[in-house]
């Protein structure tokens, strides 16, 4: 039997290249098996004041380790009578392994598929996933069993970082960011059955030529939200549940120079700006806490708003506001950290004021709808809106400039509106001074027509 092929190189697609349940189990056994080994074999190093193995070097102490087992047991089912495993299954073995001791067991192979956008888990075995352009497609189980997937969730937890995050019967969820940036969130106790569900951001680094090229807005929009970044305006990307808008979010701030400094505030890490130093080396990510075992030490979004701006940023992005944050980043966008932006979740561009008023009435503050609304006023300059086309398609659909506040109305000009498709066309005209502004950052309309003219405008010049 030969020593098991890298499954980086074997094909990984289609029904037959799914890893069974005796397989999966065989890889259960055999990481039992391995894992004290390397335990052991990190003892010894260490009582003999050896440094350390690397990852890289762990790894491959593990494949060789396995490739003596998978040797030994070969030959035990030669002297039973038993067929061996074929060179497929050992591989697929083998990546179980692997995945399991370094990675995440069976999963890692859903998350490495660049089609999938998301993964849905009710109960371990009932596993779908949703491709880009929208099929849906029920797949074959990852783990054998529900009591294997929480162990894997708790694995998980354990390995996402300096952060406490746990699952169990106090803490009933989890929520996090997995080390590819996808984002986690598992709940277990409060349903039948241990449920999964996985985003991934299949655009991790995604600038507003990658997003054209994409077919979310056309050139003309393209220039304008550069220019409005650049112009340093207060944006906020609003959206309906995974129409794009974190991804709309970092296509925005590619627009920002790297000289800038960056406050990021998250309920979980999501945004991973800090990862690429060389778009933004400035960057400092703040994440929500939750609270330990005694219920103690909870930190929410709203005081690392507060805690964000005392470090000294030129500009602050909340990766999402949902509640009682609402305040503080308004204030935040009005107080001189101009060029902020955030994201929230809205039906309609006109649907974002409604949102941000019922939050902040919520909010320790409990603010009026027409104290929010002068607050949202002065602090936000545009809305744009991302949903999907009538071809299926994440696009941008509105985007509204922000006017003033009337008692219990925001004020708002919407600049682009939703087509026939419902992909944004041009409509009603910038305002003089916002015109202005962006003319300083390079902006132009096109030399043929006006504001709002058939041929579009914003283009560059």
């Not at 929500?288 to 909870?298: F, H, I, M, P, T």
Request: charged letters at 25%; glycine letters at 8%; a negative charge.
């Amino acid at each position: 039997m030969s020593t098991p092929r890298d499954p980086a190189h074997l094909p990984w697609i289609g029904h037959e290249q799914t890893p069974g349940r005796d397989e999966q189990a065989y890889a259960a056994a055999l990481r039992e098996r391995i894992g004290p080994r390397m335990t052991a074999y990190a003892q010894q190093l260490e009582d003999a004041g050896l440094p350390a193995q690397t990852v890289a070097e762990r790894e491959a102490t593990v494949r060789s380790l396995l490739a003596s087992e998978l040797a030994a047991d070969t030959a035990t089912s030669l002297q039973a009578g038993r067929a061996p495993l074929d060179e497929l299954a050992e591989a697929r073995v083998t990546r179980l392994v692997v995945d399991g001791l370094f990675g995440l067991g069976g999963l890692q192979r859903l998350l490495e598929n660049p089609e999938i956008e998301n993964i849905h888990v009710n109960g371990y075995d009932r596993v779908f996933v949703r491709y880009a352009g929208g099929r849906k497609e029920r797949v074959e189980p990852f783990v054998s069993s529900d009591e294997e997937l929480v162990e894997l969730l708790r694995t998980v937890a354990a390995r996402s970082g300096a952060e406490e995050r746990r699952i169990d019967r106090t803490q009933p969820s989890l929520n996090l960011q997995l080390p590819d940036g996808s984002r986690l969130f598992a709940v277990m106790f409060l349903t039948p059955r241990v449920s999964v569900s996985i985003r991934r951001h299949r655009f991790p680094r995604v600038t507003l030529d990658v997003l054209e090229n994409l077919g979310v807005f056309d050139r003309d929009l393209r220039y304008l939200l550069g220019a409005l970044v650049r112009a340093r305006m207060n944006i906020l990307v609003a959206g309906g549940t995974d129409t794009g808008k974190t991804t709309l979010l970092r296509g925005l701030v590619s627009e920002i120079a790297p000289e800038e400094r960056l406050i990021t505030i998250e309920d979980t890490f999501e945004l991973g700006l800090e990862r690429d130093e060389q778009a933004h080396p400035d960057v400092v990510a703040l994440q929500a806490r939750e609270a330990n075992l005694e219920g103690v030490g909870a930190i929410d979004q709203a005081e690392l708003v507060r805690k964000g701006l005392r470090m000294a940023p030129d500009r602050v992005i909340v990766g999402e506001i949902r509640g009682s944050e609402v305040v503080p980043a308004c204030n935040a966008m009005s107080q001189g950290n101009d060029g902020s932006l955030s994201t929230i979740h809205a039906s309609t561009s006109a649907g974002v004021f409604a949102k941000l008023a019922a939050y902040a009435a919520q909010s320790p503050e409990r603010l009026s709808m027409e104290a929010t609304n002068l607050l949202v006023a002065a602090a936000v300059d545009f809305v744009v809106h991302v949903t999907w086309s009538t071809d299926k398609q994440r696009v941008v659909d509105s985007v509204r400039e922000i006017v003033g506040a009337d008692g219990p109305q925001v004020v708002s000009n919407e600049i682009y509106r939703p087509g026939p498709d419902l992909r944004a066309v041009p409509a009603t005209p910038l305002r003089a001074e916002t015109a202005e502004r962006l003319f300083r950052v390079g902006w132009q309309p096109p030399t043929v027509g006006a504001f709002g003219a058939a041929g579009g405008w914003g283009g560059a010049r």
